[in-house]
């Protein structure tokens, strides 16, 4: 009587030592997958940020190259407003 109690207990601490095993096992393989998508997200992020600072440098350039043509116009008006604008003799604008 007393081997098969012994035998039934060995059995279940091998079950719930088994049973612990798994848990185990399935937090540490939880825990990579986490990891790993994580790090899958980040690098989506990542390439999404690096894509929009690109696209926003290439707008900021032809912005400044938009405004510096935007600006030589407004010299040449001013110049010329300034020829019209003046009717001394001795102007130092006229040509």
Do not use: P
């Amino acid at each position: 009587m007393y081997q098969y109690i012994i035998i039934l207990v060995i059995s279940n601490f091998v079950s719930i030592g088994g049973w612990l095993f798994t848990i185990k096992a399935s937090k540490i393989k939880s825990n990579a997958e986490s990891k790993i998508s994580e790090f899958e997200a980040t690098n989506k992020i990542i390439d999404i940020y690096k894509k929009l600072s690109d696209d926003l440098r290439r707008d900021y350039e032809r912005r400044i190259s938009e405004m510096k043509i935007d600006i030589e116009k407004m010299r040449g008006e001013i110049k010329e407003l300034s020829l019209l604008k003046c009717n001394k003799e001795q102007c130092e604008n006229r040509q």
